[in-house]
Structure formats: structure tokens, C-alpha cells
């Protein structure tokens, strides 16, 4: 099993920026590809963004591009997720997952990203 522990959510104003990490621990970090995603109330959830196993390569969802960057380190077994330009319709609680085989096997419990206009 790899448990996947999110923080770092909160709330923030309309423009404002957060920081969510993800740690992990259980099995090799590295040996998994990560992604954000997200859930909003009455919708269903959504790909945020996903890095490659070294973090060389990463992929985000038109609704975030140039606004939310995700990142790894390896060597601290975690995730991020830099958000700025913050949009009230961003408001969900985001999950990291890690994925094998190109679908998610392991989620984390979400935490919740709140902005307010």
C-alpha cells in the first residue's frame, strides 16, 4: 500500500495563491506517476494535473494551464501543487492520487481549496 497524506488547502481570496503537498510513504515513491485531482460540490471529479516518475514530465487541464504548476521531489517522497491566480470556480476538495498502469491505485483523503470573491 502507499499512503498518500494531503495538506496545505484552505481558504483564499479571488487572485490569491496555495501550496498543496502531498507526502507519501509505504512504497517507492518514485516508482509511480502522481496527479492532482478535484472534486467540486454536485460535480463530478476532475483531472487537474500529473507528473512523470522523475518529474521530468508534466501535463495540466486546459481549465488551469499558466495558472497551476505540479511538481515532485523524490528525495522527500512528495507532490505539489502551486496554485496562484486562484478562481472561486476552483473551489473542491483536490485529491492526489498515484497511478500504475496508467489509472489511479491509491488516493489520499483530499483536502479543501476554498476561494471566495
Known amino acids: 500500500q502507499l499512503q498518500l497524506v494531503e495538506s496545505g488547502g484552505g481558504l483564499v481570496q479571488a487572485g490569491g495563491s496555495l501550496r498543496l503537498s502531498c507526502a507519501a510513504s509505504?512504497?517507492?515513491?518514485?516508482?509511480?506517476?502522481m496527479a492532482w485531482l478535484r472534486q467540486a460540490p454536485g460535480k463530478e471529479r476532475e483531472f487537474v494535473a500529473r507528473v512523470s516518475t522523475s518529474g521530468t514530465l508534466t501535463g495540466t487541464a486546459d481549465s488551469v494551464k499558466g495558472r497551476f504548476t505540479i511538481s515532485r521531489d523524490n528525495a522527500k517522497n512528495t507532490v505539489y501543487l502551486q496554485m496562484n491566480s486562484l478562481k472561486p470556480e476552483d473551489t473542491a476538495v483536490y485529491y492526489c492520487a498515484a497511478e500504475l498502469f496508467g489509472s489511479c491505485a491509491y488516493w489520499g483523503q483530499g483536502t479543501q481549496v476554498t476561494v471566495s470573491s
Open positions: 509505504g512504497r517507492t515513491f518514485s516508482n509511480y506517476a
